[in-house]
């Protein structure tokens, strides 16, 4: 085991040295906090996270979900660490104490979550997907769903899900045949079949509230006739008490390559006629409302995969000061020469110095998608809220889909590290590989998300989302170039960075013309390189700070800042510009390409 979960050194730079969120005591909106305060939250997080949820992470693998009889049961090992989230309200950090919520800023609960997901990102999925469903309802529903299931859903005592998949739609929700018909008291009868729903069913929570798309009778086809309900596992009667079971049946549950300790599910509505649910906002607007959930759970899918990464490269970091291995460089000729840790060896140091580039890089893209969304809160000016909206628009997409797909790079990596043993279950970063693949397949492929990257990000909205973050990146670009010892890292992220907006403009140019099969093709690429120069953005930008403070007594960790931003800018940057060279968004072989031909 590592010694520690997660670094709260640089939790600590990145909320208060690099985006100073103790600046939000100030406004209006969180003046009854003070840092003292956001301090314990994240103390008690920590606590929570290494003494009672972290214990469970390999168990609960080892021992799986069951299914019997419609019946999932979890391992028995999440039921205490789960009632201690429930008692907690660690499930809706951000929200009103209205509802069971404690109204923090969103830069602190994530601090928080990076802990508790970290520690075992099975375990909070019981009450993250929860929150997800009672935001929906917060925002979308009428003042009686709010009295029903608002607190309960936000401070986890029921479980939510998200059902939108189905056997023959996939990802092509649009194509869905879950049927929705209005009955006498208003409510509507539900029936369909949906698939790889995470927690469908489980024995944690007496209820699950079911977020469900259907199509209401005659509506149109497509996505814009699909309508979203509330469908309860067990009916919820107008007083808050619980009714007789709601239809909704469980199928099936999944093998799957990880988080075995959390139920893939297949659900089954309405085989006896008898599965009821609440019309959620107005009808054929399901979609649009499903999707303030989605970017929600798209950002934790993005912290899961880099809580993942953290772990594996401390785990490796630990393995590498420790394992004895081969000689010293400086030793080589010596076969006398005793054995030394394999972290003084290059390409060892390599590898760890790479991880840690992208974990601190991550966890500064994470962290600042979160302080956008204060900011948004805080500020007065319209136009500045607009521009931190825009900011969050562009960088969902990138939370999810880059984290995720580095994340599990650097999994990957730590493995390496470890070699042989690495590959065996006797150390958790074989568990930390399998668990973080799936960040970049479920809540939306990677494939999707590029998609949405390039068509509704970069193309949308006259392209004032990616302004806003090129305004960004060059703000920081330009502090750096009046530091000595950065100019030349800013000058080569510059240059990169003109490379990227003139690529982004070139393939929205074509987006909008006949070469928009080529314009996505391309879209992934395009957005693999986003993601490249928003770490050597972060990781700049942790270099501007660390530059002013080589002279203090954490000089050491300061240092370590400078080194990520000089080894990510100066050996992976000009692999990006490569990959932005080969963008090809008007003849992409890719788009052209004929099935009978593979």
Not at 90 to 110: D, K, V
Not at 134 to 163: A, P
Not at 303 to 329: C, E, M, P, V, W
Request: aromatic content about 10%; some cysteine.
């Amino acid at each position: 085991m590592a010694p520690k979960l997660t670094d709260q050194r640089d939790i600590d730079f990145v909320l208060y040295e690099q985006f100073q969120v103790d600046a939000f005591l100030t406004s209006d909106k969180y003046k009854a906090f003070n840092k003292k305060m956001f301090d314990m939250v994240v103390k008690e997080a920590k606590n929570l996270a290494v003494k009672e949820i972290f214990p469970t992470y390999t168990e609960c693998d080892k021992v799986g979900v069951s299914f019997e009889n419609g019946m999932v049961k979890v391992p028995e090992c999440l039921r205490k660490p789960h009632k201690l989230l429930v008692e907690g309200e660690w499930g809706a950090l951000t929200e009103s104490p209205e509802y069971g919520g404690q109204g923090l800023p969103f830069s602190i609960a994530q601090a928080a979550m990076e802990y508790l997901t970290g520690a075992n990102y099975i375990l909070t999925t019981y009450s993250i997907l929860g929150h997800g469903a009672g935001k929906m309802i917060d925002l979308f529903g009428t003042g009686e769903q709010k009295d029903l299931f608002l607190e309960k859903l936000y401070t986890g005592v029921w479980g939510g899900t998200m059902l939108l998949t189905e056997p023959g739609a996939g990802s092509d929700v649009g194509a869905l045949t879950t049927s929705a018909k209005k009955m006498d008291d208003g409510t509507y009868e539900i029936i369909g079949s949906k698939i790889f729903i995470t927690n469908g069913e489980q024995n944690l929570t007496d209820n699950i509230i079911h977020p469900v798309l259907a199509r209401i009778e005659g509506a149109p086809a497509g996505t814009k006739g699909i309508s979203l309900f509330i469908v309860p596992k067990i009916w919820v009667n107008a007083d808050g008490t619980l009714g007789e079971s709601n239809d909704v049946i469980c199928t099936g549950i999944e093998e799957k390559m990880g988080l075995h300790g959390s139920p893939t599910c297949s659900l089954s509505l309405g085989s006896k006629g008898k599965c009821r649910g609440f019309l959620l906002g107005n009808p054929n607007r399901g979609m649009e409302i499903m999707f303030h959930m989605m970017n929600e759970v798209r950002l934790e899918v993005g912290t899961q995969a880099f809580t993942s990464a953290n772990l594996a490269y401390l785990h490796a970091l630990d393995y590498a000061k420790q394992r004895l291995q081969g000689r010293s460089i400086e030793d080589l000729g010596d076969h006398g020469a005793n054995q030394v840790p394999i972290i003084r060896h290059p390409d060892v140091k390599r590898m760890l110095l790479k991880m840690k580039s992208y974990v601190e890089g991550m966890r500064s893209l994470v962290y600042y998608t979160a302080f956008c969304f204060d900011k948004i809160e805080t500020v007065a000016d319209k136009k500045e809220s607009m521009h931190y909206s825009n900011l969050v628009e562009i960088l969902t997409p990138l939370v999810k889909a880059y984290s995720s797909e580095k994340g599990f790079d650097v999994c990957v990596e730590a493995m390496q590290v470890l070699g042989g043993y690495g590959y065996t279950k006797e150390y958790p970063v074989e568990q930390t590989v399998r668990d973080c693949k799936i960040a970049s397949i479920y809540e939306g492929a990677n494939g999707i998300q590029a998609m949405d990257f390039l068509g509704r990000k970069i193309a949308g909205n006259k392209g004032l989302m990616l302004e806003a973050l090129i305004s960004e990146i060059k703000a920081t670009i330009l502090t750096a170039k009046a530091q000595d010892n950065l100019k030349e890292l800013a000058i080569k992220l510059e240059t990169a960075l003109f490379l990227l907006e003139t690529t982004c403009k070139n393939t929205s140019n074509a987006f909008f013309s006949k070469h928009m099969a080529s314009a996505f093709a391309c879209a992934h690429p395009l957005l693999d390189a986003t993601g490249d120069i928003i770490m050597a953005w972060m990781l700049l930008w942790r270099a501007v700070i660390a530059d002013k403070k080589l002279e203090t007594k954490e000089s050491a960790f300061y240092q370590g800042k400078i080194k990520a931003a000089q080894f990510f800018i100066m050996t992976i940057i000009p692999a990006t510009m490569g990959k932005l060279t080969a963008i090809t968004y008007e003849k992409n072989p890719a788009a052209s390409m004929e099935e009978h031909l593979f």
